[in-house]
């Protein structure tokens, strides 16, 4: 999920009403709402393979069924009155668009080529591309402890794909699909996070799938659109449940549970899409796909612990 998914401030009218505060109950509950969060997340992979339909049909039809039920929902909680955006929101809001999309493209495209599993991990290294973009853009210069967590998960990748290694047609063009999808990723992050506070995240969401599907309306094949019940059923599945459901899911857990528990349990997410390649297709990881795997998201965990993180400086 992307930045659009963390839920703005409450508009100035919330705050007339008192609530009353049970912060222990909150957080337990903001945990669960995480963890199902993430269980549902980890199984998009095999909802997309169960299409049956080439990468591009499948993120048009996600974005055109999340378009259609987020506008819904946002207009039934009244999100839309008095929506106003400025021109620097609107080109941010389309570029987040555009970046989020296309990374469904690759990580879809991924999961053919791999598998749902290694896809995911090395997904996971998307925080990492973040630093990068950090160094490269704004200067920002990285503590020891986020340079040790970055070369640890890199070195994971390289063990994790494996390039002198045998495997089927696709395999590595799977992995470079999977780390392109991250990168993509890592943009969303950062033209959504300059919106922060500005829009409400539901309309975000809702923005990114309309722009999502009239980009995508241009490149589906619709002479081969989901005919079988199995397919139109893993497509509307994708559409209300992983993305709808799902992004009202992660609003309540980033409302109530706190950023370290928001942290640890991310990570349900890789778990359940390597149990998904086992249950659903028997697929296992190699030893060394293992030790790739471990390195990467230990790596992660240490990152998004706070264990690499340091004030940010700026280089010169």
């Not at 919330?14 to 549902?40: C, F, K, N, Y």
């Not at 309540?252 to 297709?281: I, N, R």
Request: proline share 5%; charged share 10%; aromatic share 12%.
């Amino acid at each position: 999920m992307t930045e659009a998914s963390r839920p703005a401030p409450l508009p100035s009218s919330a705050s007339d009403t008192v609530i009353p505060r049970h912060p222990q109950a909150d957080e337990r509950l903001g945990r669960w709402l995480m963890i199902a969060a993430m269980v549902i997340s980890g199984t998009i992979g095999y909802f997309v393979l169960m299409s049956g339909q080439p990468a591009l049909n499948v993120v048009f039809l996600r974005c055109l069924i999340g378009a259609a039920s987020l506008c819904a929902w946002c207009a039934y909680r009244g999100y839309w009155r008095g929506l106003r955006m400025a021109r620097w929101q609107v080109v941010n809001v389309t570029l987040g668009a555009i970046t989020l999309v296309s990374n469904w493209y690759f990580l879809f495209t991924a999961y053919r080529l791999t598998s749902v599993g290694i896809t995911t991990v090395v997904y996971n290294v998307q925080p990492f591309l973040l630093v990068l973009a950090g160094v490269i853009v704004t200067r920002e210069r990285p503590s020891l402890a986020t340079l040790g967590c970055l070369g640890v998960a890199f070195a994971g990748l390289v063990i994790l794909a494996e390039p002198g290694g045998v495997h089927g047609a696709g395999y590595l063009t799977g992995v470079a699909s999977a780390l392109a999808a991250a990168t993509l990723y890592a943009a969303t992050t950062l033209f959504t996070k300059r919106l922060a506070g500005t829009i409400r995240p539901e309309i975000i969401a809702a923005l990114h799938m309309v722009i999502g599907a009239a980009v995508f309306v241009w490149m589906a094949d619709f002479h081969h659109l989901p005919s079988a019940p199995r397919e139109i059923g893993a497509v509307v599945t994708l559409g209300l449940f992983h993305t709808t459901f799902m992004y009202l899911l992660l609003y309540g857990a980033f409302q109530k549970a706190s950023t370290s528990s928001l942290a640890v349990f991310g990570f349900v997410y890789p778990v359940v899409a390597v149990a998904v390649d086992f249950l659903a297709f028997g697929i296992v990881l190699h030893p060394t796909q293992w030790l790739g795997g471990v390195m990467i998201l230990l790596a992660a965990g240490f990152f998004a612990r706070g264990l690499g993180v340091t004030p940010a400086k700026k280089a010169g």
